[in-house]
């Protein structure tokens, strides 16, 4: 391979790991978006053989837009990671009323991205870097099978009861980048509420990725609502709007 060619590979399989990965993650709380101002804070336990590591997780909506006649919102999440940043909160502008595959695909067709390491200035995504991510997405075969449970109430952290309705929910995602295949199976019991302004209330599940049909990692994952409101969402990002850009190799030589 050339070597002109190597940190373009490099970014592309950064990026693309990226898209299934985080994808995946924010896809779990977007069956319907709330209204500008909601927000909502998140406990997540992972397990591991030998191994438990528990995190905290927000969403806000901090904002609307119309654009060419349809209606957006900007949806943060972190902290979280992106194609070599860490711990950062990313700020997408999304479909206010996706289709169903936008929601479990969420970068598919978002119009904007731009993400904020704690102590940097942040960024947004160039016009090319987002149309080679809607193009990894476009990659991603997502298949989910959804079974009813009968209702059962969940608990926040925070001791709080909410009756809920609850799913099975089984989902494969496949994807191929440069010949490095991916197969990434969840499956578990999710509790959904109106009462929690993403739906969900929690969620216990296994995740199972194969990599090249030979590397697999399973993990054990519980989700469970914190605390969360309606109304009051601020935005983590310190400037706003973002003007900073980064192409695809900005993103690697950050």
Known sequence: MPKTLRPILLTALMLGACVLASGQDLSTFLSRPPAPGAWASYRIETR???GLKTERFN??????????????????????DFAGFKDGTMRL?????????????????????EFQEPNRDPFKLTTGALEFMHGQARKI????????????????????VIPCTRLRLSTTTESSLFGRKVKVTESGVYWFSDQSPFQLVK???ERVQVQSGKDE???????????????????????????REKGLLGILFH
């Not at 399973?218 to 605390?227: D, F, G, N, Q």
Request: proline share 7%; aromatic share 6%.
């Open 93 to 113: 502008l999304l479909k206010a009323k996706p289709a169903q595959d936008e929601a479990l695909n969420p970068f598919l067709e978002a119009l904007e991205l």
């Open 203 to 205: 969620a216990e599940f």
């Open 141 to 160: 075969k997502i298949r989910q099978q959804k079974e009813e449970l009968p209702p059962e109430d969940a608990t926040t952290t925070k001791g709080r």
């Open 48 to 50: 591991w053989p030998g």
């Open 217 to 243: 990692r399973r993990r054990s994952i519980t989700v469970t609502l914190r605390e969360s409101g309606t109304e009051g969402a601020k935005s983590a990002f310190t400037t706003l709007p973002v003007t």
């Open 59 to 80: 969403l806000a909506v901090t904002g609307s837009e119309t654009r060419d006649g349809a209606d957006y919102i900007w949806l943060e999440a972190g902290p979280t």
